[in-house]
């Protein structure tokens, strides 16, 4: 049997290399180069929404325990990065893009480091699950990943399809 995957460390590890693209995608998008940009772009999705399917469908609820009803603002902040996604995106399919455009498409990358910075944070918390609850989330974190719904995707079927 595989060994379990330990969540506290895979959480920071998906926020490095999310980290990584949006650093890239701002700048790839600023300089013009759309090829790369969608490329990043496309990476970045396809990590992103297992990550954020994980955190909606067992991270948060989990941490109900320490958060109470906080939980529904990182909720709400999904919405928004979700909506900043999306927007990356349309700016990035056009066949080509003004430079105010690119500077659109960076700066929307750069909102969205604030929220992988943010999301970061979570991790002090999470330290304090007992071992069954770490278990549990790990099981979760590997569902989703192995399920590998793109974030967009998952947004506009699976998430919508929740609330
Ligand atoms: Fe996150």
Same mark, same amino acid.
């Given at each position: 049997?595989p060994t379990?995957?330990?969540?506290?460390?895979?959480f920071r590890e998906?926020?490095?290399?999310?980290?990584d693209?949006?650093?890239?995608?701002?700048?790839?998008a600023?300089?013009?180069d759309?090829?790369k940009a969608?490329?990043i772009?496309? *990476?970045?999705n396809?990590?992103v929404g297992p990550?954020?399917r994980?955190?909606?469908?067992?991270?948060?609820?989990?941490l109900?325990?320490?958060l109470g009803?906080?939980?529904?603002s990182?909720?709400r902040e999904h919405d928004?990065a979700i909506? *900043?996604?999306k *927007?990356?995106?349309?700016?990035?399919?056009k066949p080509s893009v003004s430079?105010?455009?690119g500077?659109?498409?960076a700066? &929307? &990358?750069?909102?969205l480091?604030?929220h992988?910075?943010n999301c970061?944070?979570?991790?002090?918390?999470a330290?304090?699950?007992?071992k069954?609850?770490?278990?549990?989330?790990?099981?979760h974190?590997a569902?989703?990943r192995?399920?590998?719904?793109?974030l967009?995707?998952? &947004?506009?079927?699976?998430?919508?399809?929740?609330s």
């Amino acid at each position: 049997m595989p060994t379990r995957l330990d969540p506290i460390v895979e959480f920071r590890e998906d926020h490095r290399k999310v980290r990584d693209g949006l650093l890239d995608l701002a700048a790839a998008a600023e300089a013009g180069d759309l090829v790369k940009a969608r490329d990043i772009l496309g *990476t970045i999705n396809n990590l992103v929404g297992p990550h954020f399917r994980y955190e909606e469908e067992a991270l948060y609820p989990a941490l109900k325990e320490f958060l109470g009803d906080y939980v529904d603002s990182l909720i709400r902040e999904h919405d928004g990065a979700i909506d *900043t996604a999306k *927007t990356a995106a349309n700016l990035l399919a056009k066949p080509s893009v003004s430079p105010e455009e690119g500077k659109a498409a960076a700066n &929307a &990358a750069r909102a969205l480091l604030v929220h992988v910075s943010n999301c970061d944070g979570l991790n002090i918390l999470a330290e304090r699950f007992s071992k069954d609850k770490l278990d549990d989330l790990a099981e979760h974190y590997a569902g989703s990943r192995a399920a590998g719904v793109p974030l967009l995707q998952w &947004a506009d079927t699976i998430r919508k399809g929740r609330s």
